[in-house]
């Protein structure tokens, strides 16, 4: 068997083409939507999210500016220029670039974004939301990853999810977002004994660990669609992920590569949930 591969990026270029008639619809009503990425530090891969960021916000036509801040920046001068946003009506969404220098408060910067503004889906009330099913903004890789499945048709009602990776912004949400969606779902993380005992039972596999290589062609079943959300550079610059590709894809039905998988989603999804904000806004403003 040789797997189908999923093309996140065509899925991700037809969506963000999709986006253009709700930014124009919103544009009759005088609004356009806008973001606000607080980039604080010099961390190079976090400048390189950013620049893209911004680029595909302009692309549809959504107003968005980075703010970069320096590493030295306190609590409370970044808190501020967060509740700053928070009231600025021309922003439906605010983001700010993770990771953050270790004196940032993180938890509390992540709460005092506005729920309503919170595009990246991780203030407690989204988080919380996932679990009782009310939550505004869904997390924007696991987000990807459930359209991703719904667009190739994969059932995932009763299916055995198996995720790798039990992060706060992948593994945790994919799993409440998964059992919503009525699949039954177990969560693997670096303490777990003997990964592969798990992760052959998975009808779908999806692995968010951040280890090159770490799922290889035993530990999967066959038949298996299987989701690589990793991204890590190797020794020569090539970006991988946590799945061994050439390996994995003659045994799985279907599978995502890196990059071109679930990466050019998480993007698309953060432009959906900007443009949602704005329509939300509207619609409680008319
Ligand atoms: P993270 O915060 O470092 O979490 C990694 C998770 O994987 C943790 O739960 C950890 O377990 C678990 N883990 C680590 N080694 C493991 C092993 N050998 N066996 C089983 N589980 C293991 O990382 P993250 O932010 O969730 O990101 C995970 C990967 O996805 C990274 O490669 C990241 O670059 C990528 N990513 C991609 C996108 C995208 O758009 N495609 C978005 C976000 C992240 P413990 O909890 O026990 O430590």
């Known amino acids: 068997m040789t797997a189908k591969i999923i093309d996140g990026l065509a899925l991700a270029k037809a969506m963000r083409t999709g986006f253009a008639d709700r930014v124009g619809a919103l544009a009759r009503h005088g609004v356009t939507p806008g973001l606000a990425v607080l980039l604080v530090g010099e961390d190079p891969a976090s400048a390189v999210y950013v620049g893209r960021k911004i680029k595909a916000c302009s692309a ?6 980075a703010e970069h801040l320096p590493v030295s920046v306190g609590n409370a001068e970044l808190l501020g220029r967060i509740v700053e946003l928070n009231a600025d009506p021309d922003m439906h969404g605010i983001l700010v670039q993770l990771p953050l220098p270790p004196h940032i408060d993180m ?7 506005s729920a309503e503004k919170d595009v990246d889906g991780f203030h407690l009330y989204n988080v919380g939301g996932l679990v009782t099913g009310s939550t505004v903004f869904s997390p924007c890789t696991p987000y990807g990853v459930v359209k991703l499945l719904e667009h190739e048709g994969i059932p995932v009602e009763g299916q055995n999810v198996v995720i790798v990776g039990a992060s706060n912004i992948v593994g945790k949400p994919m799993a409440l977002m998964l059992m919503a969606r009525d699949a039954t779902v177990s969560i693997c993380h670096a303490k777990t004994r003997d990964l592969a005992q798990y992760t052959i039972l998975a009808d779908i596999l999806v692995v968010a660990a951040g280890v090159p290589g770490l799922i290889v062609p ?17 020794p020569d610059g090539r970006i991988t992920g946590d799945v061994d590709f050439e390996g994995v894809r003659r045994k799985a039905a279907a599978i995502t590569p890196v990059p071109g ?3 050019p989603m998480t993007v698309t999804m953060l432009l959906e949930n900007t443009i949602k904000s704005a329509e939300r806004r509207l619609a409680l403003a008319s």
């Open 107 to 113: 938890p509390r910067v992540l709460e005092t974004i």
């Open 218 to 234: 035993q530990m999967v079943k066959q038949g298996a669609v299987v989701i690589d959300v990793g991204i890590n550079r190797l």
């Open 60 to 65: 549809v036509g959504i107003r968005s500016f």
């Open 261 to 263: 998988g679930v990466g």
